[in-house]
């Protein structure tokens, strides 16, 4: 259905500008830049108001799109004498004419969803102080408001951060000393641009909900600005999330509901650090010219080209270790934190440069007591963490029988049988695995576990573990009684025999034995 110049279409829930009033805004601007190729810049006012008329009236299907990308045009048309005036394009507004040429027939066909819903699936909190900027994203919890996220989640302690515990990126950084005297509203959009920037791997393809304590920055990343830098910020966050699908709300909260990313924006990053310039010519004469720099900063990087941890101006990729560093000439001053993860790299250089030195009968640096300790520790810092299991328990395996009782399951019986018997007689799996039908014998209240050979056992003389009888359902004499006692050749009549107790035979040990067997 078509109606006021839009078309509605119910069947997919799309809105729609008519094909009619889209050809004639992309005809009309073709004709304006053609002129502009042919070096005509000044043209009537009314025209131009016309162009930018044609574009806002678009709203309801492209939304503050239409503002955003219109502001360079429309501060041309506010230098106007009179409407029947001439008024100059600026390079700017050529650009916004090109953007509307080549894109408003995408963005149409795209349309506006007419049942849109606002919900998100991810949340960011973004801040910014003198000295830095910070934020974080964090899935949005079942699609409640973005004020109660932050109070819901689990809270972590890292480096004196105060970080939420399923956090999913985590943007820190500070300010050069130029950026930290510009507008606060320029510090909290461009905290906003960083942040984005710096996760564009976890945000492509989301909806995500931006929180920020000002006001301004809500408005200038809908509608932009008429401050030609922070407009220039607002154009090129609008530009990488078309490229990579991303649709942001913003939406400002109190100062109270941002605590985290106001404490991530003043936080002095202590593994921030540099050397001496004159250290690096020197280093950079002896080993060659360094090619990049793979841990640095716009304001300390030691090469033209060079890797950040966060988005910053020039870098080349955030993140160096998902770079390829091969061919590359790489100067490496990495943050302490950061000494783990590059181990294997540091023990290359390390034995590279050994190895030279050796060749050419050179002082081998790596003999100096500091070179050594750097390395070491890389090495014990890179060691994997040890990571404690939870202990078993008589109650875990009286719920595990109860959840397997009367099962008939020969494979279940079995397991069973295999986990009581090891947990109550403590044997190794080597031990469990290498018994036999002979040797188990039963007696009335417990039964005898021969071990032929053990971990522990040098000589092979074997020994013999007892194992009582117990009362609950997770009774090892019981189980194998009951399921496996065919299977072992043993009935319910019990081999009665007693054995022969002697402080020299290996059957006194095993009656010692007897008190320190797990009891159910």
Known sequence: MTWIGLVWDM?????????????????????????????????????????????????AVLGNLVRLRTRELYNCILLRASWKSL???TAPAVEELRYWLNSVTQLNEQGNDLHESDVCDLVAFTDASEVGFGGYIVPAVDGICAESVCDSLEILTDCCLELPGNSLKTVVGSWSVLESGKSSTWRELEAVSRTVKSSLRCLENHCLKLNTDNKNVTSIVKNGSKKPELQNIACELNYLCSENNIKIKPHWIPREQNKIADGLSRYSDCDDWGIKESVFQMLDKLWGKHTIDRFATDYNTKCSRFNSKCWCKNTEAIDAFSQNWFGENNWLVPP??????????????????????????????????????????????????????????NDNLISLCSMFQGSNDLTVVRDLAMILLSYSAFLRFSELSNLK????????????????????????????????????????FDMLLNNCGPTLGVSHGIDKRTPQVSKNSSSWTATKQLDISRRY
């Open 437 to 476: 039908c002979n040797d188990i014998i039963f007696k009335d209240s417990y039964l005898i576990v021969k071990i032929k050979k053990s971990k522990t056992d040098q000589y092979r003389a074997g020994d013999e573990v007892l194992v009582s009888k117990g009362q609950s359902m997770a009774c090892p």
């Open 87 to 89: 008024v100059a394009l």
């Open 336 to 393: 302490p934190n950061v000494v783990c993860a590059t181990y294997s790299t540091i023990n290359s250089v390390f034995y590279s440069i050994k190895w030279a030195h050796d060749m050419s009968g050179q002082l081998d640096p790596t003999e100096n007591a500091f070179v050594k300790n750097i390395v070491e520790s890389a090495k014990r810092t890179a060691k994997a963490p040890v990571v404690k299991k939870d202990p078993v328990s």
């Open 11 to 59: 069947e997919f829930g799309k809105l729609r500008v008519s094909s009619e009033r889209i050809d004639r805004l992309v005809d009309v601007i073709s004709k304006i830049l053609f002129c502009v190729g042919k070096g005509k810049m000044l043209h009537n006012a009314k025209f131009v108001a016309g162009i930018v008329g044609q574009i806002i009236s678009m709203q």
